[in-house]
């Protein structure tokens, strides 16, 4: 999808959309050394408000860790970024994209010692990631051939650019197959998540999701959606899946930044429960889009406003 706005904020300062360019010799091109996030800004009953800024701006500062990246602005820093590249936008709802990448530190796999990061963080309307209709309707996900990346490979628990060729490889065979998504198995060819969400099913009431261990991203969606359903009673546990435990689920969701809480439809071509959303998947969206109009209690940071 093609996005933009008028502004945006690179290397410290809101300049046109069109003025943020990069060199082709810059290392991330060549490397794929970046991370990034993925946040949303609602229109709350507080105004804009970014979604768990402070937790996402944690995760970013993590990814970057692991590569031994120097982002040279603080925590704080970036998030008045995201909050300013939201309202100098005049964006009522928006989601951002920070991203930290190694530009003009030369060639070669060990960027010098004191090699800085570039940053930037866009802030565009981005509407439903995985259709309109999801949301109700539910989508139709097939299992990938390809299987995502193994421990100690490409750390997971990062979010980092080059991650994101897995993703593309099961997100690209997923549509050649006509499904709306891909799922992708771990290593040990356990469920693992989907080229951009975490994925949850439920049988007989009680929810799991992939241990944290199954080469993940630990979603944000997926920690919100896991502290709400332990809020409204039901029993989640964090295990191991097995693809035919998809199959046999009594609902099976999705949930991400961009895709917020999605019901899976069919996997594989099998209709999973009665084939449409089911109420443990309702219940966890009230709650989920409840968080935007006061009508969940959640901790005041979980909401930031822009101004
Ligand atoms: N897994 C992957 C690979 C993702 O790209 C995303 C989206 N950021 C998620 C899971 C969901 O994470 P979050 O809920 O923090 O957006």
């Known amino acids: 999808a093609k996005v933009s706005a008028e502004l945006i904020w690179f290397n410290g300062e809101l300049m046109p959309w069109q003025n943020a360019t990069v060199h082709v010799m810059s290392h991330a091109l060549h490397y794929g050394s970046s991370v990034f996030e993925g ?11 970014i979604f768990r800024l402070e ?7 993590n990814s970057a ?9 603080t925590q704080e820093e970036v998030m008045q970024a995201c909050k300013d590249a939201v309202a100098k936008n005049n964006l009522e709802t928006a989601y951002l994209r920070p991203l930290a990448f190694l530009g003009d530190v030369g060639m070669g796999l060990r ?47 990062a979010k980092a650019g080059g991650n994101y060729l897995s993703s593309q490889l099961i997100s690209m065979e997923a549509g050649r197959h006509g499904y709306t998504e891909g799922i992708a198995l771990d290593v040990n060819n356990m469920v693992s998540e989907g080229a951009g969400q975490n994925l949850f099913l439920v049988r007989n009431k009680v929810i799991y999701t992939p241990f944290s261990t199954a080469s993940i991203l630990p979603g944000l969606t ?7 359903a332990r809020k409204l009673g039901y029993e989640v546990k964090e295990e191991p899946i097995s693809r035919e435990s998809l199959y046999l689920a009594d609902e099976f969701f999705m949930t991400g930044t961009a895709t917020e809480v999605v ?10 429960g009665t084939g449409s959303r089911g109420p443990v998947t309702k219940a966890l969206q009230e709650a989920f889009f409840g968080i935007f109009n006061g009508k969940t209690e959640i901790e005041d940071s979980w909401l930031a406003p822009v101004k």
């Open 39 to 49: 946040i949303r800004a609602y229109k709350t009953h507080k105004g804009t408000c």
């Open 55 to 61: 937790e996402h701006i944690q995760r970013l500062f």
């Open 65 to 73: 860790k692991i590569y031994r990246m120097n982002i040279p602005y």
């Open 111 to 157: 960027p010098p010692a004191d090699a800085k990061a570039d940053l930037m963080v866009a802030a565009f309307s981005w509407e439903a990631y995985l259709g309109a209709d999801a949301i109700e309707h539910g989508v139709d996900v097939g299992v990938s051939s390809w299987n995502r990346l193994a421990p100690n490979t490409m750390p997971t628990a």
């Open 222 to 228: 997926r920690d919100t959606v896991m502290q709400l």
């Open 263 to 272: 019901p899976v439809k069919t996997v594989d071509g099998m209709p999973i």
